[in-house]
């Protein structure tokens, strides 16, 4: 069975400062992906990020990039430049390539930009 | 373009009472998904929709818990009677089909469910 840990239930952050989010996962499939999900409070949760794991280049979208070990079974968020906007809570998930689209969420990281 | 649409967005029910959750998904996307997220956790799947069909049911309570996806685009999901443990947010998400080796999902706004 597959399993996505976040070990950081709350983390707080400077604007303009730079913050990681971590996330474990384990499974025995060699093809899956990873995904950074992000939910605002009381809004709907969007795509912030996708990692294949074929790919070694970790994955960017302009102030968010991964940093993907697949080895250490890792895949950790770092957010540059924190806006007040990017309060909210993150899930890490994972899905099996080519099965079911069915992501298996972490337990979130609630993220706290301070002004 | 409309995301996906969630009625209503709270509802408070005492328990053993019946409720129901609507969900409109994007225009177009076949698949529908709901999602059951528990206060301080990560959404879990309940049940997925490809078109009318219920392709995955593996987590969905059937002993209380139902779904109806008519004619492939609205689904509600409705649970009877409600438990004290049931209390959680409902999210609905839908993807299209297509040649991607996977389809993003979109999420709604969720509905958050308290039972007293």
């Known amino acids: 069975a597959q399993t996505v840990t976040q070990s950081q239930p709350e983390m707080s952050v400077q604007e303009a400062e730079t913050v990681t989010l971590s996330c474990t996962y384990d499974t025995s499939e060699s093809n899956y992906y990873l995904f950074w999900y992000k939910q605002p409070p009381s809004r709907q949760m969007i795509l912030v990020i996708r990692q294949e794991a074929y790919k070694q280049q970790n994955a960017t979208e302009n102030r968010f990039s991964v940093n993907f070990q697949k080895a250490a079974k890792s895949f950790s968020l770092k957010i540059s430049d924190s806006q007040l906007g990017d309060t909210a809570m993150y899930f890490c998930?994972?899905?099996?390539?080519?099965?079911?689209?069915?992501?298996?969420f972490g337990t979130g990281t609630l993220l706290a930009v301070q002004p | 373009e409309a995301g996906v649409v969630q009625s209503p967005r709270y509802k408070i029910i005492e328990k053993k009472q019946p409720v129901a959750f609507w969900c409109n998904p994007i225009s177009g996307h076949n698949t529908l998904y709901w999602y059951r997220q528990n206060l301080g956790q990560g959404p879990e799947l309940l049940i997925r929709y490809e078109n009318e069909e219920a392709v995955d049911d593996s987590q969905l309570p059937k002993d209380r818990f139902s779904a109806e996806r008519l004619k492939g685009v609205d689904s509600t999901l409705k649970i009877q009677p409600a438990e004290l443990g049931d209390s959680a947010v409902y999210l609905c998400?839908?993807?299209?089909?297509?040649?991607?080796?996977?389809?993003?999902?979109?999420f709604g706004p969720g509905t958050r469910l308290t039972v007293l």
């Open positions: 998400a839908s993807s299209p089909e297509g040649a991607l080796p996977y389809n993003e999902q979109f």
């Open positions: 998930a994972f899905m099996i390539r080519g099965a079911t689209n069915k992501l298996i």
